[in-house]
């Protein structure tokens, strides 16, 4: 028998960077976490200290196959997330935004579950809007290889909203800008991970393009407070609401503030920019602070020092097992 009527959490994606803090912060306030991945880009490694935890449970499986479980709200993070991982199968990740949504989707409405789509600022494409807003329709390529994980957001977006017109389902879309943190893999190919990594080994710092266009970096803990304020709120409140922090850096910055912060004599070697990739980007968060009383607390400096000790801890317990 369940009293509290929600205290049973999927969260889809949860063996991945986000996923597993958020795991963790569910699990702090006292709820049952149903774990739910195909460790496809996330780690049993960023969950392992939670096996011995009878509130928490995994199970390995791929949301594009229906799910049939009991829960109370749903956190719809299953999707890779930097442009390698989801570049490599381009397909499965068409699949993975939009038939894992229709299957959590029917899992909510079956269950009268919430659930929270953890969308991007990449719906935005190369925006022409600066900062942008949600009300901003965006400015994408639906043909070209970063299509597959932008276009799948943004139906899985229509799915949501279809879902909640047509079948009342309580939605929350957020559009979640670049977020970083500890538990980011070594080898996931996105920004902060690469500049710490190859600062930390002494490579050197890949700089595609210029290093002029730029990224806003919200750090995982500030992002995650968001997430579980959000699905908190009570009333008709679907988003979509943009999650990141508005300071705006470019990557040239980004590179000279990780070399600083590890003290690494790394060279900076520029290399092709991938294509359409977005010039610049910072999310207009007056939303997120007026329904959730939300924004960032933790400054670039302070967040890259808790990543770089992360990825210092573990380049040396790899080295040591080799
Ligand atoms: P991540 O790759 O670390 O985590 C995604 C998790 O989903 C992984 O554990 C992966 O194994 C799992 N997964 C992938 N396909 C699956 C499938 N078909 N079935 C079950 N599980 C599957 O990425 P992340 O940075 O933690 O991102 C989490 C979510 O947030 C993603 O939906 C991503 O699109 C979104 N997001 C992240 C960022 C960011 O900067 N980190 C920005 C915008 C949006
Ligand atoms: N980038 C870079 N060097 C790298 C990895 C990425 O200069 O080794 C650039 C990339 O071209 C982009 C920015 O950093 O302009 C952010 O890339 P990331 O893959 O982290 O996120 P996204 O492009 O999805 O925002």
Redesign the pocket.
């Known amino acids: 028998m369940h009293e509290e009527s929600d205290n049973r959490i999927l969260v ?2 949860g ?5 597993s803090h958020l795991c963790d912060a569910l699990l702090a306030k006292g709820h049952d976490v149903l774990c ?7 780690s049993k490694r960023n969950i392992a200290h939670l096996q011995g935890n009878s509130a928490f449970e995994f199970v390995r ?4 196959y229906p799910l049939f479980v009991e829960v109370d709200r749903i956190f719809n ?6 442009p390698v ?1 989801y570049q490599f199968d381009p397909i499965q990740t068409v699949k ?1 935004n939009v038939h ?1 949504a229709t299957n959590m989707l029917g899992l909510a409405k079956r269950t009268g579950s919430r659930i929270l789509q ?1 969308s ?2 990449e719906v935005y494409g190369d925006p022409h809007t600066h900062p942008q807003p949600e009300e901003y329709w965006g400015n994408v390529n639906p043909i070209g290889p970063r299509s597959c994980y932008d276009e799948g ?1 943004r139906c899985a977006e229509t799915l949501f909203f279809d879902y909640h017109r047509q079948h009342r389902v309580d939605i929350r879309v957020v559009r ?4 970083y943190g500890p538990r980011m893999r070594p080898d996931d190919g996105r920004v902060v991970s690469n500049f710490i990594v190859q600062a930390l080994s002494g490579a050197p710092i890949t700089i595609f393009g210029k290093g002029t266009q730029t990224r806003s970096f919200c750090y995982v803990d500030d992002l995650v407070d968001a997430l579980m304020r959000f699905m908190s709120l009570e009333g008709d409140m679907t988003g979509p609401v943009n999650l990141g922090n508005p300071v705006e850096f470019s990557m040239l910055e980004l590179a000279e503030l990780v070399l600083e912060l590890t003290g690494s004599k790394s060279e900076l070697r520029f290399e092709d920019l991938p294509t359409d990739d977005p010039r610049q980007r910072q999310p207009d968060i007056d939303k997120a602070r007026d329904m959730l009383g939300w924004e960032p607390t933790t400054q670039l400096k302070q967040g890259l020092s808790r990543t770089i000790d992360y990825f210092d801890d573990f380049l040396n317990a790899a080295e040591n097992a080799s």
């Not at 499986?61 to 594009?64: E, I, L």
């Not at 979640?176 to 977020?179: A, E, G, L, S």
């Open positions: 889809t994606g063996a991945g960077f986000i996923g739910v991945d195909n460790v496809f880009s996330g499986h791929d949301v594009t993070l299953a999707c890779p997330a930097s991982h993975t894992g953890a991007t600022s957001k979640i800008f670049n977020t």
